[in-house]
């Protein structure tokens, strides 16, 4: 099968591209991606020279791009995790959202439809990764299901919501076979350390200060990378056209807990006396529209198709640590150049507050 992934070279894309790669051989795994801040090629290395691999640069915003691209290689499948994925970002530049996470889905779901027409049999499916937020807050109780109405509040959440509807409309409206799942918060290995947990790690090699919103009260269901791609992958596999998944790994944890853990961790990775780091951690201006509770009910996806996470949080983030501390190289690429000056931008009127 000829699969075209959008969004390879960012954090979930290259986990799904490498487990693709490597355990399909007689798949022919295309990678598009922008390559925008978050996108890295760093990320694939250790398959970049395998055969069944091949990397595109594009826009996906660029509609005759895209058009003709499909034209000539008439992909049979779409795995399509391209996007704008910081919501702190989001708050600042809505529209580059719009742009990206609907209009570039919007052009993928017309090139896809094209193949599918012109080619009966031929166009297996197209499979939309995304979120939970799509569904908005939890109080203290309750979880996401499949059936729970979408309710997004940030610009970010708004914009998947908005592509999730248009890849549903393509489904329903033109028969196209489409599939998506909405998944909680990834953890793990080259995610951009933007994001709570690798800021935290970066900061914490620096001796800089631990940013945690508000009180650090809200609550995200963590889940491990590798677990989200084993999920995309029986979900690409399994699932029926027209369905949708929810993933999630059962794990719910208020961001302040998250960051004490993870620096009892560091302290110990770094041979320093327990609570060293902890005193790093620093109260911030809070998120505006901050959602307080994500929890995710992946229970369809268990039952139906078997899917089961493999690490426990603490064991996924003694592994995210350890590739960090082992990838520091990575670490410093990626915080050199614009990095240092969106930091501050963002941060500094959250540590004035
Ligand atoms: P990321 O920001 O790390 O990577 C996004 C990738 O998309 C980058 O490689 C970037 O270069 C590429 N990209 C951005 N704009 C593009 C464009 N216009 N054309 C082509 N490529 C473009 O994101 P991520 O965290 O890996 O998230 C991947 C997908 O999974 C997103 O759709 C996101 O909404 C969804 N998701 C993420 C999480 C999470 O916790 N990170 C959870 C659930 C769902
Ligand atoms: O739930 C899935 C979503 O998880 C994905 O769709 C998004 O792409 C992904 O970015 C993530 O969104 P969050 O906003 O939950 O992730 P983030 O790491 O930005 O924040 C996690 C929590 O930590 C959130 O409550 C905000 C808080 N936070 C974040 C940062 C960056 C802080 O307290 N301090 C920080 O510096």
Not at 41 to 54: F, G, S, V
Not at 77 to 91: K, T
Not at 298 to 323: A, C, H, I, M, N
Request: charged share 25%; glycine share 6%; proline share 4%.
């Amino acid at each position: 099968m000829k699969i075209l992934i959008t969004g390879g070279a960012g954090f979930i894309g290259s986990h799904v591209v490498r487990r693709f790669v490597n355990l399909y051989p007689n798949y022919q795994i295309f990678n598009l991606d922008k390559l925008t801040y978050a996108g890295n090629l760093a990320n694939l290395k250790d398959i970049e020279n395998k055969e069944n691999y091949y990397f595109i640069r594009e826009d996906i915003v660029n509609r005759e791009s895209i058009m003709a691209l499909f034209e000539k290689e008439k992909f049979q499948a779409v795995i399509h995790l391209a996007a704008e994925s910081h919501v702190d970002r989001s708050i600042h530049n809505p529209l580059e959202f719009v742009f990206t996470n609907v209009v570039g889905t919007v052009n993928l779901l017309y090139a896809a439809l094209k193949i599918h027409r012109e080619n009966p049999g031929h166009f297996y499916r197209f499979y939309h990764v995304s979120t939970d937020e799509v569904y908005g807050s939890l109080g203290s109780t309750g979880m996401f299901t499949e059936e729970t109405p979408y309710d997004p509040h940030s610009p970010y959440s708004a914009s998947k919501a908005s592509s999730d509807h248009f890849v549903r409309a393509w489904h329903d409206t033109y028969g196209l076979p489409v599939v998506i799942s909405n998944c909680s918060n990834n953890y793990g290995p080259n995610h951009f350390p933007e994001k709570l947990i690798p800021l935290c790690i970066n900061n914490i090699l620096h001796d800089k200060p631990l940013p945690i919103y508000g009180k650090g009260e809200n609550v995200r269901d963590w889940l491990y990378v590798e677990d989200h791609a084993s999920a995309i992958d029986l979900i690409f596999h399994k699932a029926k056209p027209g369905s949708t998944y929810n993933v999630g790994g059962h794990n719910e944890w208020k961001n302040i807990d998250v960051i004490r853990l993870l620096c009892r961790i560091m302290d110990r990775k770094l041979g320093l006396p327990e609570g060293t780091k902890e005193k790093l951690i620093t109260f911030v201006k809070d998120r505006e529209g901050h959602d307080l509770r994500y929890a995710i009910d992946s229970s369809k996806l268990q039952r139906e198709l078997g899917w089961k996470p493999s690490v426990t949080f603490e064991q996924g983030l003694e592994k995210t640590v350890d590739w960090y501390l082992n990838n520091r190289d990575w670490l410093e690429s990626v915080t050199s150049g614009t990095y240092m000056k969106y930091y501050e931008e963002q941060y500094a009127k959250r540590f004035d507050q």
